[in-house]
């Protein structure tokens, strides 16, 4: 077995090195650098000075110390920042969440923080962003990986490293700071690598393989805004992982990746050497760059002995046709998940739907009549200040208490201008019980995720939770242009034991003073 692993060793590093990934005890120093990922140079927020920001992992039951060191200066850009660990559950370490304004304050520059939260029976895929504004459009995200010794999927694949981690992004060439009403991204990065449209011929992606090898790849949105299609040209995919859940295996030749989803797909190696097309063709409400004239939306799949070239084809001709697309009720639980509450609709012991409008005049969303404006003062901290019940709580209208130990249904209608909208919840995954596209419900073990799409006109999404895990969380729209207007609520769940069950430590509660201090000095928000 111990040659075994070292071949395969040998032929992930063969394949193109390994990456640097770090953690989980780790340094991150947000930095503002000009990078040209697409060819066009502008100033960007960055982990480390690169984008995407370094890969962080660790394995099953490690205790993450993320150090986040605030070295930001351009006048331009947001200074202050925050980062949240999507997807983990921070059970006793809601502290460490991330969200500005609900779980903590900004940090300052030339201040740091100490994230600390351990993950105990959490692997999978998952990422990390700036959760401040909309920091991380600018640059201020990275993948996120927690790998399990006994993953039960292990005899499908051959390699899984950080050179099989694959992160699909919108690029802007103007700040976030400086954003239209109706943002519209120049670029896909797909790897960090991309072109936009009557851009140079800069290179590309390439992602190595050797043939007859199994890969493991970790397909991680980090879009602020479109969902991706994604494919590899005369490639099969199986799916085996979405959102830190085991599913069971699924063939598919393309997936749709709404902004804030992962999933690991295995892809073997079995074709003929050469360069083949790897595909990310965006969709967003609003159209934008579409198609792969000028090998725009693509990366290189590159078997080892082929050419170090681009495919001979042109991407634009013979583009593949999907026959077996993921549809999302197709994804199952590898161990089978009990459905939280009775198996009808409106069967939980708390139903909740959130009507979702945008007023197209003031340019903001609202959640049942009422558009999330950040408190100045953190919903947590609201919480270990006194507040006994969510009623209490600011924003007014956009906090919604849970009682412990009780099941959620929560509906959300789609249709809302600016869709299909994916919604995030934090401190939880859900069981989705209605997808998006289809009328029927299915509380038989169906997908569990963090991150779900809306749909459309005539979807009525339906999820379901389970309430153990006390604290504010957030729950949003992750096209994170529209979280910033409006589109939001906070769960904040067993009020009364949070001071009990969520540790915090004296840095996080300097953040606030500090915060408060650098916007009456400077006056930048």
């Not at 500005?100 to 923080?113: G, L």
């Not at 197709?330 to 459905?339: A, E, M, R």
């Not at 412990?404 to 989705?432: M, W």
């Amino acid at each position: 077995m111990l040659q075994l692993r070292s071949f395969v060793f040998l032929l992930a590093a063969l394949s193109g090195g390994v990456s640097a990934s770090i953690g989980p005890v780790a340094d991150l120093q947000i930095v503002n650098k000009a990078i040209a990922p697409d060819g066009f140079t502008r100033v960007a927020t960055l982990v480390n000075g690169v984008f995407p920001g370094p890969i962080i992992r660790g394995k099953m039951g490690d205790e993450f110390k993320l150090n986040v060191v605030d070295k930001l200066e351009k006048q331009s850009l947001d200074l202050a920042t925050s980062i949240h660990w999507h997807g983990l559950f921070q059970r006793h370490t809601n502290y460490a969440d991330g969200p500005a304004f609900v779980t903590q304050c900004p940090i300052v520059p030339e201040e740091s923080f100490l994230y600390d939260f351990q993950v105990p029976g959490q692997a999978g895929t998952f990422w990390y962003h700036s959760h401040f504004k909309n920091q991380y459009c600018d640059g201020l995200r990275g993948a996120l990986i927690i790998d399990d010794p006994n993953d039960p999927h292990r005899h499908l694949y051959d390699v899984d490293n950080d050179d099989t981690v694959i992160t699909l992004a919108d690029w802007y060439h103007y700040l976030s700071t400086n954003a239209p009403a109706i943002p519209a991204f120049n670029a896909t990065l797909i790897n960090g690598k991309g072109r936009y449209p009557g851009g140079s011929n800069v290179s590309l992606a390439v992602v190595n393989v050797q043939q007859g090898m199994r890969y493991r790849f970790r397909l991680v949105s980090i879009s602020c805004d479109p969902s991706f299609v994604f494919s590899i040209d005369d490639h099969t995919m199986t799916v085996i992982e979405v959102e830190g859940t085991n599913v069971r295996p699924l063939d598919v030749d393309s997936l749709e990746i709404f902004a804030g989803q992962r999933y690991s797909v295995v892809v073997k190696a079995n074709q003929p050497v050469a360069n083949y097309w790897m595909r990310a063709l965006p969709h967003t409400a609003g159209g934008g760059i579409s198609g792969f004239d000028g090998s725009i939306d693509v990366a290189v799949f590159h078997y080892q002995e082929a050419p170090d070239a681009n495919p001979t084809t042109d991407p634009t001709v013979d583009v593949p046709v999907s026959k077996i697309p993921l549809i999302e009720t197709n994804l199952h639980p590898l161990v089978p998940s009990p459905v939280p509450g009775k198996p009808t609709p409106g069967g939980a012991d708390i139903n909740i739907n959130l009507q979702i409008f945008r007023n197209q005049t003031q340019g903001l969303f609202f959640v049942n009549g009422v558009s999330f404006q950040p408190p100045t003062v953190p919903v947590l901290l609201q919480i270990l200040s006194g507040a006994k019940k969510a009623s209490g709580l600011l924003p007014a209208g956009s906090i919604y208490g849970l009682s412990p130990n009780k099941s959620v249904e929560l509906t959300i209608p789609g249709g809302a201008v600016g869709g299909p909208h994916p919604v995030h919840l934090h401190g939880h995954n859900f069981h989705v019980v209605r997808s998006a596209g289809n009328s029927s419900y299915n509380f038989n073990n169906p997908v569990i995720r963090d991150v779900v799409s809306i749909g459309n006109a005539g979807d009525n999404v339906t999820i379901r939770f389970f309430t153990d895990n006390p604290g504010p969380w957030f729950f949003h729209c992750h096209i994170d242009w529209h979280l910033h207007t409006g589109f939001a609520v906070v769960f904040a769940e067993d009020v009364p034991d949070v001071p009990s069950q969520d540790i915090t430590t004296a840095a996080w509660r300097n953040l606030c003073p500090a915060y408060n201090k650098f916007v009456n000095e400077t006056k930048h928000h």
